[in-house]
T-cell receptor, first 113, second 115 residues
Framework: GQNIDQPTEMTATEGAIVQINCTYQTSGFNGLFWYQQHAGEAPTFLSYNVLDGLEEKGRFSSFLSRSKGYSYLLLKELQMKDSASYLCAVRMNYGGSQGNLIFGKGTKLSVKP | NAGVTQTPKFQVLKTGQSMTLQCAQDMNHEYMSWYRQDPGMGLRLIHYSVGAGITDQGEVPNGYNVSRSTTEDFPLRLLSAAPSQTSVYFC??????????????FGQGTRLTVV
């Protein structure tokens, strides 16, 4: 079976840096995605890693280690609007497709003044 | 605007009723999928399709049927609604014919309550 773990909740201070970890054990691996989801809205794409290493995009960075089954999302210079749920998801072999996306349960981040 | 359109946005059903959640995309995407999202459970894959005429089960398919007669439409049918199907449902489509891609789009969701 597959298992994707991330912390349920995190709290951080405006202006600070926060790291959200994700570990996975899946049957097949074809990439790891991070999504942001504000309450009552659809998820929006943040980042994608398929090779080991760090991908940086503005205030957001994502890291992947395939050998360790581990990824993290790093958010810098936190803003109040970053309060949201962050979803880790693995693109994997599932059913007859190599490209289904299976999600972790999400991490709810609260940014405080 | 181009994208994924879900209807309705909100729905209340009585136990045992049937209904169809509509999903349409105008981007000519081959891959489409349905997820449900419940508190504490994250997004779970219900069914997916890699093209017209091709559908397959996801993680939680029981109680749901799908069909894909056209590239644009991927309806989700609840044949006999149960309270356990109270959830937020998201449809998504992707430009990658093999599955999910960075250019994947979610619909805005359907909030379904079964009483």
């Amino acid at each position: 079976g597959q298992n994707i773990d991330q912390p349920t909740e995190m709290t951080a201070t405006e202006g600070a840096i926060v790291q959200i970890n994700c570990t996975y054990q899946t049957s097949g691996f074809n990439g790891l995605f991070w999504y942001q989801q504000h309450a009552g809205e659809a998820p929006t794409f943040l980042s994608y890693n398929v090779l080991d290493g760090l991908e940086e995009k503005g205030r957001f960075s994502s890291f992947l280690s395939r050998s360790k089954g581990y990824s993290y999302l790093l958010l810098k210079e936190l803003q109040m609007k970053d309060s949201a749920s962050y979803l880790c998801a693995v693109r994997m072999n599932y059913g007859g497709s190599q490209g289904n996306l299976i999600f972790g349960k999400g991490t709810k981040l609260s940014v405080k003044p | 605007n181009a994208g994924v359109t879900q209807t309705p946005k909100f729905q209340v059903l009585k136990t045992g009723q049937s209904m169809t959640l509509q999903c349409a995309q105008d981007m000519n995407h081959e891959y489409m999928s349905w997820y449900r999202q419940d508190p504490g459970m994250g997004l779970r894959l219900i069914h997916y399709s890699v093209g017209a005429g091709i559908t397959d089960q996801g993680e939680v398919p029981n109680g749901y049927n799908v069909s894909r007669s056209t590239t644009e439409d991927f309806p989700l049918r609840l044949l006999s609604a149960a309270p356990s199907q109270t959830s937020v449902y998201f449809c998504a489509s992707s430009s990658d014919t093999t599955g999910w891609a960075t250019e994947a789009f979610f619909g805005q969701g359907t909030r379904l309550t079964v009483v």
